[in-house]
């Protein structure tokens, strides 16, 4: 692994959780997550337009065009879910559920295609799952079903449900063109299709607009930055590894939500919720570099 790739990896890991403590702070402001999704992106897309005369659209096959609409549509939904999930939610619950992404791998594997996991498989869920219940037990409903009738874990889930089949379309994406252009196009097909979301639920972006302050302006500066990087190394890691891999590399982010939970938000039980995700990450890394 190159120096490069592991400063990528970094990044990665520091800035998504970063962007979510933004996101979180931008919507105490009760400014609509829907507008969030959709300023973000369309902020990084005008950011973007300077690398668009390096880009010679007419060169790019129309598989390209199928999975960057694709991915894009899958990005804004899950983002859009993400920070819903963030409005009401707990950094440092939320930030752990991501581990589950692997489980949820895993579970399709067999539905789908008959794949059987592994002992590792095994034990990696088992890890997830165990880890889980020191992260959830410190919310009201502790480790029960009654927490999935919470609305910020049902977002939470559709967020990572969401990012995972979006990671596979960014992955063909850079195949298809580089790393780049996938950023420039997941700029601005995310805008697209975040901005209809925002349409069919009527969110009126004018007064959304009349929301943000000079402090809130900051913060969105901030989260696009942030969220930028985020997107860019994403692209760089995936280019230079599999998915799979890089996804388990990504699973350290939790363990700085849960500090960023602690520090920022004043969030309790860090201790217990530190333990839980440790333990998930193991759990994660296993099932994804012992297949």
């Not at 196009?185 to 000079?214: M, N, P, Q």
């Amino acid at each position: 692994m190159s120096v490069l790739v592991i400063v990528a990896i970094l990044l990665r890991v520091l800035s998504n959780p970063m962007g979510n403590v933004f996101q979180k702070q931008l919507t105490k402001k009760t400014i609509n997550p829907l507008f969030i999704n959709f300023g973000t992106y369309l902020l990084l897309g005008i950011a973007s337009l300077l690398y668009i005369p390096f880009i010679n659209i007419s060169l790019l096959a129309a598989e390209f065009w199928f999975y960057a609409f694709l991915g894009g549509i899958m990005g804004a939904l899950g983002n859009a879910l993400l920070i819903k999930a963030f409005e009401k939610g707990d950094l440092s619950v939320l930030g752990p559920i991501n581990s589950y992404k692997s489980v949820i791998s895993i579970i399709f594997g067999i539905i789908l295609l008959g794949e059987i996991p592994s002992v590792w498989g095994i034990l990696g869920i088992i890890l997830i799952i165990g880890g889980s219940y020191f992260v959830l037990d410190t919310t009201e409903e502790r480790f029960s079903w009654r927490l999935l009738k919470q609305k910020e874990i049902q977002y939470r889930i559709g967020a990572m449900v969401f990012s995972a089949i979006e990671a596979i379309f960014i992955k063909k994406t850079i195949l298809l063109s580089s790393i780049e252009i996938s950023f420039v196009s997941w700029c601005w097909i995310g805008a697209l299709f975040s901005f209809v979301i925002l349409s069919l639920f009527k969110i009126e972006v004018r007064t959304e607009i009349h929301k943000v302050d000079k402090f809130s302006l900051h913060k969105f500066l901030y989260l696009v930055i942030c969220v930028g990087i985020m997107q860019f190394t994403t692209n760089y890691v995936f280019d230079h590894m599999p998915v799979g891999y890089a996804l388990s590399l990504f699973q350290l982010s939790v363990i700085v939500s849960i500090f960023f939970g602690y520090k920022i938000f004043k969030e309790t039980n860090i201790r217990k919720k530190l333990i839980g995700a440790i333990i998930m990450v193991a759990g994660s890394v296993i099932i994804i570099l012992m297949k």
